[in-house]
């Protein structure tokens, strides 16, 4: 079954950081780009940060320099590190790799 989860959401005051997780299965996990999009309320899905299969990263502008995308070929995941957290990244956070989305993990950035 193609498959991707995530993990690691939650709330965290301005400034904290917060690491999500995406644990993908029923594909060739290695041969895919793999990318975090995230999607605020009243707002269209916007690309936070992509890595291709080799490991080359691209970043949206808003995230550059505080947020870190990672891959674990070995064990099948993605990772995002965010750091400096702004009230503004607060959103559903979901993983995608082509046309397959995980579910979504919520992130709320607030005091």
């Known amino acids: 079954q193609v498959q991707l989860v995530e993990s690691g959401g939650g709330l965290v005051q301005p400034g904290g950081s917060l690491r999500l997780s995406c644990s993908a299965s029923g594909f060739i996990f290695s041969e895919f780009s793999m990318g975090w999009y995230r999607q605020a309320p009243g707002k269209e899905r916007e690309l936070v940060a992509t890595i291709t299969s080799g490991g080359r990263t691209n970043y949206a502008d808003s995230v550059k320099g505080r947020f870190t995308i990672s891959r674990d070929n070995a064990k099948n995941t993605v990772s995002l590190q965010m750091n400096s957290l702004k009230p503004e990244d607060t959103a559903v956070y979901y993983c995608?790799?082509?046309?397959?989305w995980g579910q979504g993990t919520q992130v709320t950035v607030s005091s």
């Open positions: 995608n790799a082509a046309r397959i």
